[in-house]
């Protein structure tokens, strides 16, 4: 007899794993179907089923995994038919495979906690520590609704951040293409007119049948230089900065940007400090709360800075002493810390420090929303204004010159 595993539901029930043993594939299935159940899938003791592969997670689906388990705990809910479910109503392919891998482990009688820690190797660094050690501490229900919390509002920040970038660039681009009509069409027919006549241009009027010239020349050639232009966009963002400077100096000089610099750099820092303070409670070391945050980093700059302040921790440094130390981190966190070492609450204060960035976000995205379209409109209706009137300069010199 030979022993295999089985996953099979039936009509409008959760699905249901085990083992049953049988002489072939075919002789199981039919047992199978004649006990009722209408959907099964047999797997050899050694196959691993095809949501068990262990293949790592992505971080999106990290973060479906842990949002669903955290809702569904605190709603008291079952959680293996509630990732079932979940699984089905999943747009990523990712997210829902490590859902129904863990429904599996959950419906063959593991306990949540064991379940996670058999999908550690699919797990990213960051999630693993988090949920031996709260585990450990028996508060893995708790932990993993801090951690869908902290995911929530670092996906909410990123989110204002694109949204404060792109409103500005959507006006922006209108505008000039409204403002593109002026060189294309109308300063065309003057300059045409002033050759006829042969009239002398001031210089402004000069300048302004160059800029026709052009814009015309980039119009009629849109399709050489754009590609080039994004190419050497990309290649400076992704090649020759990171090549340059490492991925931590090239996002370094992405804070320095005008505007939105300081947007990205707050950002990180509120991901930074909520994630530092969940692992913080659930007690890991600082050390290696800091090494685990850095794997869970999506900025380079703080991946690069938590590996150094592991380091320094592990030589007994103080939080606030690593932090000082390392570049390219706001200088507000650092009184934040420093307050928390002294009464205990490092957590807390972290915690602080994270709603104090993230509010820095939104308020500086609502203010980049709501003077930069009224900026670009000002800029534009000067640059319509002083071409209108350099265009008109020689024909007032040449009505003048008549009288």
Same mark, same amino acid.
């Given at each position: 007899?030979?022993?295999?595993?089985?996953?099979a539901s039936?009509?409008?029930a959760?699905?249901?794993?085990?083992?049953?043993e049988s002489?072939t594939?075919?002789?199981?299935?039919r047992?199978?179907?004649?006990?009722?159940?209408?959907?099964v899938?047999?797997?050899a003791?050694?196959q691993?089923?095809?949501?068990?592969?262990d293949t790592?997670?992505t971080a999106?689906?990290?973060?479906d995994v842990?949002?669903?388990?955290?809702q569904?705990a605190g709603?008291?809910?079952?959680?293996a038919?509630g990732l079932r479910a979940a699984a089905?109503?999943?747009?990523g392919?990712g997210?829902?495979?490590a859902?129904r891998q863990?429904?599996e482990q959950?419906e063959?009688?593991?306990?949540?906690d064991e379940a996670?820690r058999?999908?550690?190797?699919?797990?990213?660094?960051?999630?693993?520590g988090l949920?031996?050690?709260a585990a450990?501490?028996?508060?893995?229900?708790?932990?993993?609704?801090e951690?869908?919390?902290q995911?929530?509002?670092?996906?909410?920040a990123?989110?204002?951040?694109?949204?404060?970038?792109?409103?500005?660039?959507?006006?922006?681009?209108?505008s000039?293409?409204l403002l593109?009509?002026?060189?294309?069409l109308?300063?065309?027919?003057?300059?045409?007119?002033?050759?006829?006549?042969?009239?002398?241009?001031?210089?402004i009027?000069?300048?302004?049948?160059a800029?026709s010239?052009i814009?015309?020349?980039l119009v009629?050639?849109?399709? +050489?230089?754009? #590609?080039? %232009?994004i *190419?050497?966009?990309w290649g400076?963002m992704? $090649?020759?900065?990171?090549? @340059?400077l490492?991925r931590?100096?090239?996002?370094?000089?992405?804070?320095?940007a005008?505007?939105?610099?300081?947007l990205w750099q707050w950002?990180?820092?509120a991901e930074?400090?909520?994630?530092?303070a969940?692992?913080?409670e659930?007690g890991l070391p600082?050390p290696e709360a800091?090494r685990?945050?850095g794997?869970?980093m999506?900025?380079?700059n703080?991946r690069?800075?938590c590996r150094?302040?592991?380091?320094l921790a592990e030589q007994?440094?103080?939080l606030?002493?690593?932090l000082?130390s390392?570049?390219?981190?706001?200088?507000?966190l650092?009184?934040l810390v420093r307050w928390?070492?002294?009464?205990?609450?490092?957590?807390?204060s972290l915690?602080?420090?994270?709603a104090?960035?993230?509010?820095?976000v939104r308020?500086?995205?609502v203010?980049?929303?709501? +003077?930069a379209? #009224?900026? %670009?409109f *000002?800029?534009v209706?000067?640059?319509?204004? $002083?071409s209108?009137?350099? @265009?008109f300069?020689?024909?007032i010199?040449l009505?003048s010159?008549?009288?």
């Amino acid at each position: 007899m030979t022993r295999f595993r089985y996953v099979a539901s039936r009509s409008g029930a959760a699905r249901v794993a085990g083992e049953i043993e049988s002489p072939t594939r075919d002789d199981a299935e039919r047992q199978l179907r004649a006990a009722g159940y209408d959907s099964v899938e047999i797997f050899a003791e050694d196959q691993p089923s095809p949501d068990a592969v262990d293949t790592p997670w992505t971080a999106r689906a990290t973060a479906d995994v842990v949002d669903r388990v955290a809702q569904l705990a605190g709603d008291g809910l079952s959680l293996a038919a509630g990732l079932r479910a979940a699984a089905d109503e999943s747009a990523g392919r990712g997210s829902a495979r490590a859902m129904r891998q863990l429904a599996e482990q959950l419906e063959q009688g593991q306990s949540l906690d064991e379940a996670l820690r058999r999908s550690s190797r699919s797990l990213p660094p960051h999630v693993q520590g988090l949920v031996l050690a709260a585990a450990r501490t028996g508060r893995l229900g708790t932990t993993l609704h801090e951690l869908s919390e902290q995911q929530r509002l670092v996906r909410e920040a990123v989110m204002s951040v694109w949204q404060s970038v792109a409103y500005p660039l959507c006006v922006l681009t209108i505008s000039l293409l409204l403002l593109l009509i002026l060189p294309l069409l109308v300063v065309p027919e003057f300059k045409k007119m002033f050759g006829e006549f042969g009239i002398h241009l001031p210089a402004i009027t000069q300048a302004v049948i160059a800029i026709s010239d052009i814009s015309i020349w980039l119009v009629h050639n849109v399709v +050489i230089w754009l #590609p080039l %232009v994004i *190419i050497g966009v990309w290649g400076t963002m992704y $090649l020759v900065l990171p090549g @340059l400077l490492g991925r931590a100096g090239a996002r370094r000089v992405l804070y320095a940007a005008p505007g939105i610099g300081r947007l990205w750099q707050w950002t990180a820092t509120a991901e930074f400090s909520n994630l530092l303070a969940v692992l913080l409670e659930a007690g890991l070391p600082l050390p290696e709360a800091l090494r685990l945050t850095g794997a869970g980093m999506h900025d380079a700059n703080y991946r690069d800075a938590c590996r150094r302040m592991g380091d320094l921790a592990e030589q007994a440094s103080p939080l606030s002493g690593c932090l000082d130390s390392q570049s390219g981190i706001p200088t507000s966190l650092l009184p934040l810390v420093r307050w928390g070492e002294k009464t205990g609450e490092v957590a807390d204060s972290l915690r602080t420090a994270a709603a104090m960035f993230i509010e820095r976000v939104r308020l500086r995205s609502v203010l980049l929303r709501s +003077i930069a379209p #009224p900026m %670009v409109f *000002i800029v534009v209706l000067v640059v319509i204004s $002083l071409s209108v009137v350099s @265009l008109f300069l020689p024909l007032i010199s040449l009505v003048s010159g008549l009288a």
